[in-house]
């Protein structure tokens, strides 16, 4: 699914030093999502298209979540202490230029019968784990037969309540969503998924489809979105794409600032960029279509979640906010509140 032709629109010396790009993080783009490109550069290419900038992220770490050091056995991720994050295939219908996980396009950690069983084992022998997200690579990329074995298995673990599916399928190739697909997941509720959409145009008839699949089916969909410099970073374009995604009976979710990941600096917006659009967005669009604006924090440390400061003032008698149109509002105090109301909203 490489797609060289839309190298060709650079210059053949420019062409050769993407290929060094491409040496590094390799290329690859689904003919569906490439069918949404409008103009080079634009904010679907820049999701898509090797940008020599790669190359020159020296600062950028490897792993930046640390999710090797949190890896009790091969491919599983344990952070939190009821829920485990389950790497299970390192198929991409493309590889996304901002990807937290580049590291592993080139080397990915096999998938071995033994890896399986070790994961499965320690789901199993780990009661307090009660919620399993799959994830990779794109889970639904994995043969029909072989995704709904580890969902069978899963779900014979009596202390595994909830199970969730990260995919980006639904939005850079919808077409591989098909009824088989989603009645195969419907047998293994409560199952939620998490799908992955960045920008208004990724959504489009096919992607609409996909998901109504997936809601007809009774998943409860949420999207991540990563905010993107230059690709996402203004609140008319998130505004749309969330209120777009209500739409199509998926929840946003999370609004993910840009992880430390080596290659991929050219994406990160200043930290007070994501605050500023979900300011812009609050009240303004319907609550429903608000994510949390998430800094999943260096060395694994966990997803916390910024919001734009609302209070002016704390006194004895008031709460004193700004709203959101900037004007001023007294909220009135039990007495005696003020000193722990302040350790809770003061830096
Ligand atoms: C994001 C993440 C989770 C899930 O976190 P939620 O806030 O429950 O969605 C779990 N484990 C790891 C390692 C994660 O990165
Ligand atoms: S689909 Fe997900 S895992 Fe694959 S490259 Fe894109 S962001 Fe990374």
């Given amino acids: 699914m490489t797609s060289p032709d839309i190298l060709t629109k650079y210059s053949a010396g420019a ?3 993407l290929r060094r790009v491409t040496e590094c993080f390799p290329f690859r783009i689904s003919s569906y ?6 103009f080079s550069g634009d904010p679907i290419w820049r999701q898509a298209v090797p940008d020599l900038r790669e190359l020159e992220d020296l600062e950028g770490l490897e792993d930046p979540l640390a999710e090797e050091a949190l890896s009790p056995v091969p491919n599983l991720v344990h952070r939190y202490p009821n829920r485990v994050l389950w790497l299970i295939s390192h198929e991409c219908a493309m590889y996304c230029r901002f990807c937290t996980r580049k590291r592993r396009w080139e080397k990915p950690l096999p998938f071995t019968d033994e890896h399986f069983k070790g ?5 199993g022998g780990n009661r307090n784990v009660k919620d399993v997200l799959l994830s990779g690579g794109d ?19 009596p202390h595994v309540e909830i199970i969730r599916i990260g995919s980006r399928i639904p939005c850079v190739d919808p077409g591989r969503i098909t009824p088989e697909l989603a009645a195969m997941l419907s047998r293994y509720h409560p199952l939620f998924m998490n799908l992955h959409f960045n920008h208004p145009w990724e959504i489009t008839p096919q992607s609409r489809k996909a998901c ?6 009774g998943i409860p969909l949420g999207s991540q979105t990563v905010l993107l410099r230059d690709v996402n970073d203004q609140p008319e374009v998130l505004g749309e794409l969330f209120q777009q995604l209500l739409s199509l009976r ?4 999370y609004l993910l600032q840009m992880d430390l990941t080596r290659g991929t600096s050219h994406f990160r917006t200043p930290v007070a960029t994501g605050l500023k659009i979900i300011h812009a967005l609050r009240n303004r669009i319907s609550g ?3 994510p949390h604006f998430v800094i999943d924090l260096p060395g694994g440390q966990g997803k916390i979640p910024l919001s734009p400061n609302y209070v002016q003032e704390i006194n004895r008698s008031f709460i004193v ?5 900037g004007e001023r509002c007294e909220y009135p105090l039990l007495e005696g509140e003020e000193g722990e109301l302040r350790r809770w909203l003061v830096a």
């Avoid at 109504?212 to 089916?217: G, K, P």
Wanted: glycine share 0%; hydrophobic share 50%; no cysteine.
């Fill in 15 to 17: 062409q050769d030093e």
């Fill in 33 to 38: 999502y490439r069918n949404l490109i409008r």
């Fill in 119 to 123: 994961a499965l084992d320690y789901i």
């Fill in 139 to 157: 889970p639904l990329l994995l043969p029909l037969s072989r995704l709904e074995n580890i969902l069978a298995a899963l779900r014979k673990i």
């Fill in 212 to 217: 109504t699949l997936l809601a007809d089916a």
């Fill in 250 to 253: 998926v929840r946003p979710y």
């Fill in 288 to 290: 429903l279509a608000m």
């Fill in 321 to 325: 906010f700004k709203d959101y149109r």
